[in-house]
């Protein structure tokens, strides 16, 4: 995750100052410690992370109960960092100051239960910290209590739940990943990306049938969605062609399911080119299982086609046709 360096995030925090509150400083203290973030801010909307870090460590010398403070400050040494010179330690050093900032601004603003510009200030600063600990490799072993500690924070938002997932699959603890994309199906059973994500998850760990059963799923909350069904058809036509361990029966009944689906997401939108395209390609498959001649011909001639519609429905969308399929409903590739 790329270190934040727009100007949005700095203001956002400026406006709210007003509303801040002033334990563990005085009066004057509060004042002077507004007026170095402020220049805080303006030094890091221009980029100059050096100077940033410099004002919002007098920021917060001056008034520790600023959270947003040690979020930018944590945010310039990460800004300041160059993955290049890795290894040095003046440059490794910035790494870890962005650690302690971040660390120090989610307790901060975590504590202020009320505030929920603070609340959500506090999630993104952890997501930063999870990214020091993964993207940047500082220490990848921390990044799974960091993301633990978003998923309490907010239960309802998958891709943490995602993120956790993909961290323990990469160190192969694959019965956890599971676990916590299970537990994102849970927390949200009707968001289609869970569904997804699981799916992607079994075909990764080559596990045909919990693939299937995941997409089958998210077909069944989008009945009206052809992509829902089309999205299915390239595993049972991948499934048919690479999978050794099949007998032709077996091939012939996954060929005869992808077309299942494949003819669902055409009857919900009959230009469709991506499942136009899979039945074409399911029939070629089947024309191989097949010992009669005549049979195997009539199912290549439907096959050829198909290839030439899906070619037809191209060139019209390339010509600005209208009526023709929208871009966005363009093929997947096959699994694989």
């Given at each position: 995750m790329r270190a934040f360096s727009g100007v949005s995030l700095a203001i956002a925090a400026v406006l709210v100052l007003g509303s801040l509150g002033t334990a563990g400083c005085t009066r004057l203290a509060e004042i002077q410690a507004n007026r170095t973030f402020n220049a805080g801010n303006t030094a890091y909307n221009a980029q100059d992370y050096q100077l940033a870090a410099e004002l919002y460590e007098e920021t917060v010398a001056k008034n520790p109960d600023l959270g947003y403070a040690y979020f930018f400050l944590g945010n310039s040494y990460d800004n300041m960092y160059r993955p290049a010179r890795k290894g040095e330690p003046e440059n490794d050093q910035l790494l870890v100051k962005a650690e302690q900032n971040y660390m120090m601004a989610a307790d901060v603003l975590l504590a202020q239960e009320d505030d929920e510009r603070a609340l959500e200030y506090a999630k993104l600063t952890l997501d930063y910290l999870r990214a020091l600990y993964t993207d940047k490799?500082?220490?990848?072993?921390?990044?799974?209590?960091v993301v633990q500690?978003?998923?309490?924070?907010?239960?309802?938002e998958i891709t943490y739940y995602f993120t956790l997932a993909r961290i323990y699959e990469d160190a192969a603890v694959y019965d956890e990943a599971e676990y916590i994309?299970?537990?994102?199906?849970?927390?949200r059973p009707t968001d289609p990306d869970v569904y997804i994500t699981l799916a992607g998850f079994y075909n990764r760990m080559g596990d045909?049938?919990?693939?299937?059963?995941a997409l089958e799923q998210r077909a069944e909350r989008e009945p009206d969605n052809p992509e829902a069904f089309q999205t299915i058809a390239p595993y049972y036509w991948d499934n048919a062609q690479q999978n050794p361990m099949l007998s032709n029966e077996e091939k012939m009944q996954n060929v005869e399911r992808g077309l299942e689906a494949?003819?669902?997401?055409?009857?919900?939108?009959?230009?469709?080119?991506?499942?136009?395209?899979?039945?074409?390609l399911l029939l070629r498959t089947q024309a191989l299982l097949e010992t009669d001649p005549e049979v195997q011909q009539n199912l290549v001639k439907e096959a050829e086609g198909l290839s030439e519609r899906?070619?037809?429905?191209?060139?019209?969308?390339?010509?600005?046709?209208?009526?023709a399929e929208p871009a966005e409903m363009e093929a997947e590739p096959a699994p694989g």
């Open positions: 490799a500082m220490e990848p072993g921390k990044a799974e209590e500690r978003m998923i309490r924070l907010d239960p309802s994309l299970q537990a994102a199906r849970d927390a045909f049938d919990k693939t299937i059963e494949v003819e669902k997401a055409l009857s919900l939108r009959p230009e469709y080119i991506d499942a136009i395209v899979y039945k074409g899906a070619e037809s429905l191209r060139k019209r969308r390339a010509s600005g046709d209208a009526s």
